[in-house]
């Protein structure tokens, strides 16, 4: 997946193609600025040509710019995306949700590192009386496998095999650009690791702005 260079579509602006405000993550940046031999902020800023006042907003939740955010992350040595949050509240309320309570906690177990998303007409809020569940599954840094995928997808289908609808699951990260540019936006958080979560919006947010500017 080439996703670093998608950052750039977002052209800076506070709010983009999901609606979704992004700030700067503070923990990774204090990490990584620490792991770099940093002794503080301040000498980052210094050091980097980066003005003190800007890390300081960035730090504070002011939304993402492109001439010196993507900066930070040059000298972080970091892709964009890493860095990036989204500053909405994940708590959709979507009806019958509670379906899905039983086996959002089993699945995210296993695999830390993937994100959950609610996709399909139940995300839009349109669906037919027994439509389907469409679960979304990413993983980052490491993408989901088709083989980890076929096994995950068995293992929903047992524990769901009483249900009075279908779960289907879908890997995301084998997914098409066109695909992931239609699904409802903001994605509907269900469970799993919210740092893959981030990633995913932060990506289809810049494929979204690219075929916008295309």
Sequence with gaps: MQIAHLFDKLNGT??????????????????RVSELGYQSILE???KSAIHRNTVQKLLGGD????????????KLEMDPLELMMP????DPSIPNLD?????????SRKNKKMA????GSRAFGNPKKYSDWDVGIFGHPQPISGMEYLALKRFVEEKTE???????????????LWF????????????GNKESYYYLQGWIDGICKENKAA
């Design 14 to 31: 506070p709010y983009n193609s999901s609606g979704m405000k992004y700030r700067l993550d503070p923990v990774k940046f204090k990490k």
């Design 44 to 46: 980052f800023a210094r």
């Design 63 to 74: 939304s993402i710019f492109l001439s010196s955010f993507e900066k930070i992350a040059e």
């Design 87 to 90: 500053t909405v509240k994940l």
């Design 99 to 107: 379906e899905l309570e039983s086996i959002v906690p089993l699945l």
């Design 116 to 119: 959950i998303v609610l996709i």
């Design 162 to 176: 009483n249900h009075v609808r279908q779960v289907d699951l879908v890997n995301l990260n084998q997914a098409p």
């Design 180 to 191: 992931l540019e239609n699904l409802k936006k903001p994605l509907v958080f269900l469970g």
